[in-house]
């Protein structure tokens, strides 16, 4: 076998070196290109997934946005419709009012006249006396007094805190009178409001009422006319039942 000569093998080493340095530098030059391109990946995976979830965040939002503009139309709807009813509501308590004043189911108060009658405050009668019923007050004073203060503007009137409806009766029962079912005695306070001065003219000049005042007059019947500033009436309690009427359709 030939053997190499030193020379020849100094020359093989040298080559080796030279083949290593180079395969050690190829190595390092692609792992930095490698590490890159796995960087520069990762980087665009992550702006990726960014973009992603924006868009998705603001198609959300969008969604809220139309809800919330959906929700603020029914409130004002809602609100439209509450109004309304509101409104609906007070007018319907207004003409449930007027109708419980027409019907004198409520108290009423207001400027008017007291009138007072009450029955003869003479000690003893003569003994002439041929009629006794003339010293004592009867439903019919009580009647056309009543119908001079309505055709005179009262707009409420009450005798003995009854209160007078086109539903009140009066009449006699022995010595007292019934009114409203209620059976009084005198002395009778009538209480009518409405202007004080017409009223109270009525009471006292009505060419209807001349019988009362002469009574007042020959008899001693009691009749008391008073301007007042403020009158009260009650309520009417009374009975409501129509025997005959209903409501048409």
């Not at 009668?125 to 007050?137: G, T």
Request: hydrophobic share 40%; proline share 4%; glycine share 6%.
């Amino acid at each position: 076998m030939r053997q190499l000569l030193p020379q020849n093998r100094a020359i093989l080493s040298l080559f080796a070196l030279l083949f290593g340095g180079l395969f050690v530098g190829m190595l390092m030059s692609v792992k930095p290109q490698v590490a890159l391109s796995s960087s520069s990946s990762s980087r665009n995976s992550s702006a990726s997934l960014s973009v992603d979830r924006i868009g998705t965040l603001r198609e959300h939002q969008q969604e809220l946005n139309a809800e919330l503009s959906r929700l603020r139309d029914e409130q004002a709807d809602l609100q439209k419709q509450s109004t309304s009813s509101q409104s609906n509501f007070e007018e319907i308590r207004t003409q449930i009012d007027q109708q419980q004043q027409l019907a004198a189911l409520v108290a009423m108060r207001g400027p008017g006249v007291v009138v007072t009658l009450n029955d003869s405050n003479a000690n003893s009668l003569p003994d002439e006396v041929a009629d006794v019923n003339r010293y004592i007050i009867h439903q019919q004073q009580l009647v056309t007094l009543v119908g001079v203060l309505w055709s005179n503007g009262a707009e409420a009137i009450a005798i003995n805190d009854q209160r007078i409806t086109d539903q009140t009766s009066i009449y006699c029962v022995g010595s007292t009178i019934l009114i409203n079912q209620e059976l009084m005695a005198p002395p009778f306070t009538i209480r009518a409001i409405g202007d004080p001065t017409s009223l109270a003219n009525a009471a006292s000049n009505s060419s209807l009422l001349t019988d009362l005042w002469s009574r007042q007059r020959e008899y001693g019947i009691g009749v008391d006319v008073k301007q007042k500033a403020q009158v009260q009436v009650p309520a009417y309690t009374g009975p409501l039942a129509n025997r005959h009427m209903e409501v048409a359709p």
